[in-house]
T-cell receptor, first 109, second 116 residues
């Protein structure tokens, strides 16, 4: 079966760095996405990785290792507005998006 | 990034009525649109995949006669919840795939449906 695993909840302090991990087992791989979803709102696109390595985009970076079926989202200089759920999703061989359950990130002052 | 709009953002209706939700890609042509449902504190659940000019592909367990999807053009898809019941109350979100940016899905703002 297809499976995406990410922690249910994480807590971090304002100004700090947090890493949200995602492991996946899917039938094929055509890329991995990270989305941010604030409570009561629709997801917004953060990043897309299809090759191994680190993609940096401002305070957010996303890493992929295809051989390990592993990705992480790194958030630096945390701000209160970063409190949200972070969704990991993998595009499988049929170009279907397989979603993780999301990681709720709580930022404390 | 690409922009997707959704209308209405809120719907409150009586049980037994039908509700239509529109999803539009504003600055790109979307050959494929997706409809999701999300219950409180749960993850997104894909309901159906909609391709322009053809019938939608529904996920297992989603009633196609209850959730009617029409993808009439490259910028518009509609979801009609027919004979809505309280258990259909949920957050409905559409997304569209922008071909010019590969397989990235961009989401509309969502429609919150409350059936009384």
């Amino acid at each position: 079966g297809q499976n995406i695993d990410q922690p249910t909840e994480m807590t971090a302090t304002e100004g700090a760095i947090v890493q949200i991990n995602c492991t996946y087992q899917t039938s094929g791989f055509n890329g991995l996405f990270w989305y941010q979803q604030h409570a009561g709102e629709a997801p917004t696109f953060l990043s897309y990785n299809v090759l191994d390595g680190l993609e940096e985009k401002g305070r957010f970076s996303s890493f992929l290792s295809r051989s390990k079926g592993y990705s992480y989202l790194l958030l630096k200089e945390l701000q209160m507005k970063d409190s949200a759920s972070y969704l990991c999703a993998v595009l499988d061989s049929n170009y279907q998006l397989i979603w993780g359950a999301g990681t709720k990130l709580i930022i404390k002052p | 990034g690409a922009v997707v709009s959704q209308h209405p953002s809120w719907v409150i209706c009586k049980s037994g009525t039908s509700v239509k939700i529109e999803c539009r890609s504003l600055d790109f042509q979307a050959t494929t649109m997706f409809w999701y449902r999300q219950f409180p504190k749960q993850s997104l659940m894909l309901m159906a995949t909609s391709n322009e000019g053809s019938k939608a592909t529904y996920e297992q367990g989603v009633e196609k006669d209850k959730f009617l999807i029409n993808h009439a053009s490259l910028t518009l898809s509609t979801l009609t919840v027919t004979s809505a019941h309280p258990e259909d109350s949920s957050f409905y979100i559409c997304s569209a795939r922008s071909g010019r940016e590969g397989e990235t899905q961009y989401f509309g703002p969502g429609t919150r449906l409350l059936v009384l």
